[in-house]
């Protein structure tokens, strides 16, 4: 039985995946959705703590560390999927030689993978909170989230989902997005390792994630990108979601 372990992006709780793991579960995988560190407790919770100073203290050096301990310690190499910085996430891990295969969704770039489509900066601007203390966590703000992540869906699933998935966010680890911890070496030969991208998607553009993609075109390995029309950032649970699961498990089923 192979074995999925999924990595949850910033800004939204675990529970993300409640849907994607039965679906797996159901196609006779082993499924893992480990909590980040300081966020095992239900969005509300997390919320009413905000700012959470445990939070705040997150950094992409310890993430790396975190997930990666998660991952060496199972018997086999897991195949990794991850949601916008669970995306890099994967990248970072498959770079370590950890995983025997890697689908990153709608994913956040590595440093120096860059776009200028305005959505992205309006949508980022305020997690990097970059003239405000670092030492206070980000809460995306319901107007924040329908735009972000949301646009598209109707005002009540867009109530609903934030009430039930958004959590206060590091602003440390956005900015590390940026640095030196969230390079990837795009020479390195790879295991096999898909891109998939929303074409609505507001904070994380398909054009962007196309440019992630094509950054390996000079490396050795399995490389594909799907853009999926109509899909927005909240893809995990966007009405139509099991078609995008129903294609990366066609995908994995022809190339792990």
Not at 185 to 204: S, Y
Request: proline fraction near 7%.
């Amino acid at each position: 039985m192979k074995t999925i372990v999924f990595l949850t992006g910033c800004f939204v709780h675990h529970s993300c995946w409640d849907d994607w793991k039965a679906y797996f579960e159901k196609e006779g995988y082993q499924c893992i959705v480990p909590p980040w560190p300081h966020k095992s407790e239900p969005a509300p919770v997390l919320r009413a703590r905000h700012p959470d100073p445990a939070i705040a203290s997150i950094r992409l050096a310890d993430l790396k560390n975190y997930f990666s301990d998660i991952i060496s310690s199972l018997p086999e190499k897991p195949i990794l999927i991850g949601h916008s910085f669970g995306g890099l996430l994967v990248q970072l891990m498959l770079q370590r030689d950890i995983a025997a295969a890697g689908v990153a969704i709608h994913s956040v770039p590595p440093a120096g993978v860059l776009t200028f489509e305005p959505s992205f900066f309006r949508s980022t601007w305020g997690p990097l909170g970059l003239f405000t203390s670092a030492s206070k966590t980000f809460l995306m703000s319901l107007s924040q989230w329908q735009y972000a992540f949301t646009n598209g869906l109707s005002l009540r699933e867009q109530q609903e989902t934030y009430d039930k998935l958004v959590l206060p966010e590091s602003k440390r680890l956005a900015r590390d997005g940026l640095g030196k911890e969230a390079k990837i070496d795009f020479r390195k030969p790879h295991v096999p390792l898909l891109f998939v991208a929303g074409e609505k998607d507001h904070i994380m553009p398909a054009s962007l994630n196309h440019t992630n993609y094509k950054k390996y075109s000079r490396s050795e390995g399995v490389l594909e990108y799907k853009l999926f029309p109509g899909k927005t950032h909240s893809v995990l649970g966007q009405r139509g979601w099991e078609g995008n699961a129903a294609f990366i498990h066609q995908w994995l089923k022809k190339n792990v």
